[in-house]
């Protein structure tokens, strides 16, 4: 893998906003800042067609955010009212959050993959009930403790009308034309259950939103209603993009690099490393629940200090684990509240996992 945005980089290693960036002729990228996140910034990107811009994802809903969309848009010698599409790579806030205030201020469509589009409507009180309580359920099966519970599934976020939710379906193989080129949708579940990536065939270029970034692994977690086996379809989308070999990726957050298919592979081994440690955490714990095994994971830093909410993320993560390895048929959950695990002979068979010393890069 190769860094080829490298005033992002240095931006990024400076803890600042990088620069707006022209990267290609009618390409723009700009950094839109995320509040109170590690995470920092999401890269907008601009792509001028024949009757204005595309717009490939949206900030999150604040003010700085929308003054630096807005300044962005208009330095590029446009107007908000030349915005006449807004893709949405996926349903998070930071890359959904204003994409209902620029479709009022310039009547553009807003694109979606539908499974996404799904999750961005409207919710009644009891819906938003409903789903509280699913969370909550969630946990407790999870053998969470108390301190867990409160405030799961509390999640607000920018949501569109019931009446006019996304204007535009986009599914996996469709494409929009820009100057010079089009974009090809490609549909990779996982991060969220419709996740997508853009390809520019004509100049090599892949957006690659969430689904793979340079530097960290995207957050990958079984949330109650959205996906079943979130990990597993994140493997699978990761082997799909590695099939493309574009001459540079341009992602939504940190920095654009070269070497799609070798950090696609990267990533599926974390992963396949992360599952051989749940695997002999399983195997060395008595019957464990979910949560016991997250917490004998090894994580950024020692879980039990970790805040509530990153505690959830984590456990969530867990599970989407567990999952994986049930699917492989190496564990097996025993009914009952909370569920507890415990290797199948399989699971009990196959040789002790080989980890890579702690702090290997990865
Ligand atoms: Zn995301
Ligand atoms: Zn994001």
């Given at each position: 893998m190769e860094i080829t945005g490298t005033a992002q980089r240095?931006?990024?290693?400076?803890?600042?906003?990088?620069?707006?960036e022209e990267v290609r002729p009618g390409l723009w990228s700009i950094?839109?800042?995320?509040?109170?996140?590690?995470?920092?910034?999401?890269?907008?990107?601009?792509?001028?067609?024949?009757?204005?811009?595309?717009?490939?994802?949206?900030?999150?809903?604040?003010?700085?955010?929308?003054?630096?969309?807005?300044?962005?848009?208009?330095?590029?010698?446009?107007?908000?009212?030349?915005?006449?599409?807004?893709?949405?790579?996926?349903?998070?806030?930071?890359?959904?959050?204003?994409?209902?205030?620029?479709?009022?201020?310039?009547?553009?469509w807003i694109g979606m993959h539908p499974a996404d589009a799904a999750l961005v409507l409207e919710q009644n009180p009891?819906?938003?009930?409903?789903?509280?309580?699913?969370?909550?359920?969630q946990l407790v099966a999870a053998g969470a403790p108390d301190a867990l519970l409160v405030g799961a599934g509390t999640i607000a976020m920018e949501r569109l009308p019931l009446d006019h939710g996304v204007d535009r379906e986009l599914?996996?193989?469709d494409t929009l034309r820009i100057v010079g080129s089009e974009l090809t949708v490609v549909h990779t579940p996982g991060h969220t259950p419709g996740h997508i990536c853009l390809f520019d065939d004509r100049r090599r270029l892949f957006f690659s939103g969430d689904h793979v970034l340079p530097r960290i692994s995207p957050h990958i977690a079984v949330i109650p209603g959205q996906q079943i086996d979130p990990l597993g379809e994140?493997?699978?989308?990761?082997?799909?993009?590695?099939?493309?070999?574009?001459?540079?990726?341009l992602p939504a957050h940190e920095y654009r690099f070269r070497g799609l298919g070798s950090r696609a592979r990267e990533l599926v081994g974390h992963h396949e490393e992360r599952l051989d440690e749940l695997l002999a955490a399983i195997r060395s714990l008595p019957a464990p629940t979910a949560n016991e095994v997250?917490?004998?994971?090894?994580?950024?830093?020692?879980?039990?200090?970790?805040?509530?909410?990153?505690?959830?993320?984590?456990?969530?993560?867990?599970i989407a684990h567990l999952v994986v390895l049930e699917r492989r048929d190496l564990v097996r959950a025993r009914p009952g509240v909370p569920e507890r695990w415990f290797p199948t002979s399989a699971g009990e068979s196959t040789p002790e996992p080989i980890h890579l010393e702690a702090g290997a890069p990865r």
């Amino acid at each position: 893998m190769e860094i080829t945005g490298t005033a992002q980089r240095e931006a990024w290693r400076e803890g600042v906003l990088p620069p707006v960036e022209e990267v290609r002729p009618g390409l723009w990228s700009i950094p839109v800042p995320i509040p109170d996140s590690p995470l920092r910034y999401v890269l907008i990107h601009l792509l001028a067609h024949e009757h204005g811009l595309l717009v490939l994802d949206a900030g999150w809903d604040h003010e700085d955010a929308w003054t630096a969309l807005t300044q962005g848009i208009i330095g590029t010698g446009h107007a908000l009212t030349d915005v006449s599409g807004i893709v949405v790579t996926h349903m998070h806030p930071d890359h959904f959050g204003l994409a209902p205030r620029l479709r009022e201020e310039s009547d553009a469509w807003i694109g979606m993959h539908p499974a996404d589009a799904a999750l961005v409507l409207e919710q009644n009180p009891e819906q938003v009930a409903a789903a509280r309580a699913d969370a909550v359920a969630q946990l407790v099966a999870a053998g969470a403790p108390d301190a867990l519970l409160v405030g799961a599934g509390t999640i607000a976020m920018e949501r569109l009308p019931l009446d006019h939710g996304v204007d535009r379906e986009l599914l996996d193989g469709d494409t929009l034309r820009i100057v010079g080129s089009e974009l090809t949708v490609v549909h990779t579940p996982g991060h969220t259950p419709g996740h997508i990536c853009l390809f520019d065939d004509r100049r090599r270029l892949f957006f690659s939103g969430d689904h793979v970034l340079p530097r960290i692994s995207p957050h990958i977690a079984v949330i109650p209603g959205q996906q079943i086996d979130p990990l597993g379809e994140y493997l699978a989308s990761l082997r799909k993009v590695a099939a493309f070999d574009p001459d540079e990726v341009l992602p939504a957050h940190e920095y654009r690099f070269r070497g799609l298919g070798s950090r696609a592979r990267e990533l599926v081994g974390h992963h396949e490393e992360r599952l051989d440690e749940l695997l002999a955490a399983i195997r060395s714990l008595p019957a464990p629940t979910a949560n016991e095994v997250c917490d004998q994971l090894t994580w950024s830093r020692p879980i039990l200090t970790m805040a509530p909410h990153l505690r959830r993320m984590a456990l969530r993560e867990t599970i989407a684990h567990l999952v994986v390895l049930e699917r492989r048929d190496l564990v097996r959950a025993r009914p009952g509240v909370p569920e507890r695990w415990f290797p199948t002979s399989a699971g009990e068979s196959t040789p002790e996992p080989i980890h890579l010393e702690a702090g290997a890069p990865r």
